[in-house]
Structure formats: C-alpha cells, structure tokens
C-alpha cells in the first residue's frame, strides 16, 4: 500500500469490517437496525488504532533506509524494554514534579548513533477532534517547557473524516480549533485530498520527506 492510498484502503477496509461485523450481530439475534449501529460503533473504536498501526508501518518502511527508527507510546509503554527504548522513553518523558508521565505520542520517531539516542518527531493520530481537539497541541507545549525535549517536532495526521479541520474557512470567523492546531503545531498532514493547504498543512504523503530534513 502506497501512502497516497490510506484513505482509499481505509475505506474499502471499513466496507469488508462492517459487513462482517453486521453478520456476526444478527448471527447474534440482533435485527438488521440493530446489528448495523453496532457494527458502526464497533468500527469507531476500532479505527484508532488501525489507523496508527497502518501509519507506523507505512513511516517506518519509508525511513528504512534513512537509518531512522520508529517505535509508539504503546510499545514504550511496556514494563520491560530494551536499551535503546529506555533511553528513548526516558528522553519522552514529561515531568510532573513526583511524577513522570509519558505524553500522547502515538509513533516516535527517532535516531540511533551508536549508544546516542535522539528523539526527532511525535505524530499524533486522530480520526475525531470533537473529544481531544487540543491534547496534541498541551503535549506540544510542554516539551518546549524542557530543554531535553523542545526540540522534539510534533506533528498531527488525520483523516479528519467529519471535516472539523480541513479548513481554515469562513474569512470573518476562521475555525477555532484548525488555527490554533495549526500554529501550535509543527505539522498538520491529512490522510485525503480535499482540505484547505498552507505551509503546514499538507497531504500526508510529504510527512517523511519533511522527517527526513530533521536529520
């Protein structure tokens, strides 16, 4: 899969989810009504994390041969880690006085040197910004509070399938959350075609070309 085709595969990947899933649910004495809500509510959940997962792959595939690596707060997440993700969770971490929390990093990208380690770029996936429009821009704020982390980029992909910030819009009243995502973070990079482009927000396929400028 190209990363121009995200959308589509994600798309087709829904019709085949939801067929089978609605299947499963009337197997299960739900009528047809009842069995296609929950068979969409099952896909809502579900896409989070598919969308990361096919991401992840995507990214790390294309850095490859840049010598780049990828890991995700998932994985970093894991009590028992090997070196080089301790170092990198380590270089993660926000401090909270008594407490230190890993941030909303859902891949990382980052670059080993020997026993050096250092973490370039987040990207935080979201497929809805009605819930958590603006952790991505707080976790971004605080890594610049630290000078072990300001110079971590974070950027943002989303399909953005309910439109919410596609565009920037109306001239008199510009939509509250794509401006201030947009000036917080690094990078925007929408998985489809139809949104309003500038300089930071761009179609995902550019997202590792400008990855690639941070080394």
Do not use: C
Not at 74 to 80: C, G
Not at 84 to 94: P, Q, Y
Not at 178 to 185: A, C, G, H
Request: hydrophobic share 35%; proline share 3%; glycine share 4%.
């Amino acid at each position: 899969m190209e990363i121009n085709d995200i959308s589509k595969y994600l798309e087709s990947e829904k019709e085949r989810y939801v067929k089978k899933k609605v299947s499963e649910y009337i197997e299960k004495g739900f009528n047809r009504n009842q069995a296609v809500n929950k068979a969409n509510q099952s896909w809502r959940t579900y896409i989070g994390s598919r969308i990361q997962n096919v991401i992840l792959k995507l990214i790390e595939s294309r850095l490859k041969k840049s010598g780049l690596k990828v890991t995700s707060d998932r994985a970093l997440s894991r009590k028992k880690l090997p070196s080089k993700l301790e170092l990198v969770k380590r270089l993660l971490v926000i401090d909270y006085g008594k407490y230190l929390f890993l941030p909303d990093a859902d891949i990382v990208v980052y670059k080993k040197d020997k026993n050096k380690v250092r973490v370039l770029a987040v990207i935080s996936v979201k497929n809805s910004f009605r819930e958590r429009g603006f952790e991505t821009t707080y976790w971004k704020l605080k890594f610049k509070e630290s000078p072990v982390t300001s110079h971590i980029k974070v950027y943002l992909a989303t399909p953005d399938k309910d439109g919410e910030i596609s565009y920037i819009a109306p001239r008199k009243r510009p939509k509250k959350m794509r401006v201030i995502l947009e000036y917080e973070l690094d990078g925007i990079y929408f998985l489809k075609e139809d949104f309003e482009k500038t300089e930071k927000a761009k179609h995902f396929s550019e997202i590792v070309e400008d990855i690639l400028k941070l080394v």
